[in-house]
């Protein structure tokens, strides 16, 4: 089982001097393809392709030197509220090995691996040799889909944007709903990312799951409401 998270806009500073250890060589070529065009790129140039504001400045001159960049394990490295909601510190290997995120930069890397701090998004576009600008989706193709199918199973946890990347066929998805005082139902925006680490966290701590019927068994055990729809499971909140 592999439960596949989203990234963070936000990333933890510093790490230790070391090179970087990637999983899924397979996707090593785009990954050095975006880290060839990142270094090549003036800081202005950097700022307006990633149309990034003058407070994140800091964070693009960091785009420049990644191959040199400190490194921590990429469970540390992504932070905000999935991550407060998952506890990484105080998760066993065992859960570790549970756990992947995905990455405009990287594609999909696992909870260990040692990643640097990097500003890039989803709906970036980075310019290619030639001066094309290509979407991160063109860019990835088909590599990470086939990267995570060869997983046993998967629970996809990505928001929209990183599960276009690469989506998974036949992956366990998951959304957050609230019912309302009229007894509808609202799509949760603001706390999905907690609720999500609340499940991964119970996932990656619990017995092996190989079906969505299973993944709801886990979560109703560890007191959540939720229903299952296909391959899609709703945590009521």
């Known amino acids: 089982m592999l439960i596949v998270l989203?990234?963070?806009?936000?990333?933890?500073?510093?790490?230790?001097?070391?090179?970087?250890?990637?999983?899924?060589?397979?996707?090593?070529?785009?990954?050095?393809s975006l880290l060839d065009d990142l270094s090549t790129l003036s800081l202005p140039d950097m700022m307006s392709s990633l149309k990034l504001p003058a407070s994140k400045i800091e964070e693009a001159r960091e785009n420049l030197t990644l191959r040199s960049a400190p490194v921590m394990p990429a469970l540390f490295r992504y932070t905000g509220v999935l991550y407060d909601?998952?506890?990484?510190d105080s998760?066993?290997?065992?859960?570790?090995?549970r756990l992947a995120i995905g990455s405009a930069l990287f594609g999909v890397v696992r909870a260990g691996d040692l990643i640097p701090r990097y500003?890039?998004?989803?709906?970036?576009?980075?310019?290619?040799?030639?001066?094309?600008m290509p979407t991160m989706k063109a860019r990835w193709g088909e590599l990470i889909t086939s990267a995570l199918s060869a997983e046993?199973?998967?629970?996809?946890?990505?928001?929209?944007?990183?599960?276009?990347?690469?989506?998974?066929?036949?992956?366990?998805?998951v959304r957050a709903e609230s019912v309302l005082?009229?007894?509808?139902?609202?799509?949760?925006?603001?706390?999905?990312?907690?609720?999500?680490?609340?499940?991964a966290r119970v996932l990656a701590l619990g017995p092996a799951v190989s079906s969505v019927d299973d993944?709801?068994?886990?979560?109703?055990?560890?007191?959540?409401?939720?229903?299952?729809?296909?391959?899609?499971?709703?945590?009521v909140v």
Not at 181 to 199: A, C, M, P, Q, W
């Open 6 to 32: 989203p990234p963070s806009e936000t990333k933890a500073p510093g790490g230790s001097q070391g090179p970087m250890q990637v999983s899924f060589p397979s996707l090593d070529p785009v990954r050095s």
């Open 85 to 88: 909601a998952l506890g990484a």
């Open 91 to 97: 998760l066993p290997p065992a859960a570790w090995s």
């Open 119 to 132: 500003r890039l998004s989803g709906g970036s576009k980075v310019p290619a040799p030639g001066g094309s």
């Open 152 to 173: 046993p199973f998967v629970v996809d946890l990505r928001s929209g944007t990183y599960e276009k990347l690469g989506p998974v066929p036949g992956a366990v998805t």
């Open 181 to 199: 005082d009229n007894g509808t139902r609202k799509v949760v925006s603001h706390f999905n990312k907690h609720y999500k680490g609340e499940l």
């Open 215 to 235: 993944v709801a068994d886990v979560a109703r055990d560890a007191g959540m409401t939720v229903e299952v729809a296909g391959a899609q499971v709703t945590l």
